[in-house]
């Protein structure tokens, strides 16, 4: 099991940045699947981003494909999501999520096995 957690949130007005880091730890982190979930109050839990071990490949939802940036040091065992001109409507907890394998789909948090505590995000306009 690999263990999650999640930091760099906060509060940031409209049109600001984030950047978020996920440390891993526990069994190795080789070969794993990375992603960031977000969740908002009274909402189901929604994709942001997810990249492949090599980094490689990465995907994201499209309300903030043009807005944020995943990226992995593996050497750090180290995921981040750069979040950059934030809107009230990217409020929400994100959450770090590991699987052990490469290969699509990347959406569903069911296909994700290890989860960090989250981290509030909360963008004011």
């Known amino acids: 099991q690999v263990q999650l957690v999640e930091s760099g949130g906060g509060s940031v007005q409209a049109g600001g940045s984030l950047r978020l880091s996920c440390a891993a730890s526990?069994?190795?982190?080789?070969?794993?699947?990375m992603a960031w979930f977000r969740q908002a109050p009274g909402k189901e839990r929604q994709f942001v981003a997810a990249i492949t071990w090599s980094g490689g490949l990465t995907y994201y939802t499209d309300s903030v494909k043009d807005r944020a940036t995943i990226s992995r040091d593996n050497a750090k065992n180290t995921v981040y999501l750069q979040m950059n001109s934030l809107k009230p409507g990217d409020t929400a907890v994100y959450y770090c999520?590991?699987?052990?394998?490469?290969?699509?789909?990347?959406?569903?948090?069911?296909?994700?096995?290890?989860w960090g505590q989250g981290t509030q995000v909360t963008v004011s306009s």
């Open positions: 526990g069994r190795t982190f080789s070969g794993y699947t």
């Open positions: 999520a590991a699987r052990s394998y490469t290969g699509g789909p990347y959406w569903p948090p069911t296909s994700y096995n290890d």
